[in-house]
């Protein structure tokens, strides 16, 4: 039986009373963005809100976005990427559970020395796939060449983000790659940082 989404009290500046929000709202509320699903332009839509609600409120306080997706669309993990990019303050991305395919991009999207993958988490690297357009082969022709480019802007993102050349990406982006939280370290998705001072 789903419990639903539990509310937690806030009290919002000026009222006297605590109000009753969902747990993520309150979340945002602390500029603790959570990815917890696919990524898709709805969500993509909604944590690039959130983040520019955050960095128009307070350009000197931090972010840490919770990063546990199974994947998603390409287009719109990059707009998440690029609004990470955009905005003032520092994203931490903390990894926790699976961050899988653009989810890895958006864990190597925090800012560098700032990426955690938490001891048990687990990272998927691989090419981004195709939607297999069902049409003239003029178009099949047009999508093959889109989905090219983006791989190359794949490959470049994680190039920049892990100081891995960009044959070595590419060659690794051939197949699904699962590196564990150390591994990913290793790899550079992720940065090396103790848990204790992850979590302080």
Known sequence: ????????????????????VDVYNRLYRERLPFLGQQVDD??????????????????????????NPPGGAVLAGISVYDAM????????TICMGLAAS??????????ITRRIALPHARVMIHQPASSYYDGQAGECVMEAEEASKLRDCITRVYAQRTGKPLWVISEDMER???????EAQDYGVADPVALEDALA
């Open 42 to 67: 709805e969500i993509a839509n909604q944590l690039i809100g959130i983040m520019m609600y955050l960095n128009g409120e307070d350009q000197a306080k931090d972010m840490y976005s919770y990063v």
């Open 85 to 92: 990019q955009f905005v003032v303050p520092d994203v931490h």
């Open 102 to 111: 653009m989810g890895s991009s958006i864990l190597a999207g925090g800012e």
């Open 176 to 182: 699904d790659v699962f590196p564990s939280a150390e």
């Open 1 to 20: 039986m789903p419990i639903g989404v539990p509310k937690v009290p806030f009290r919002l500046p000026g009222e006297e009373d605590a109000a009753r």
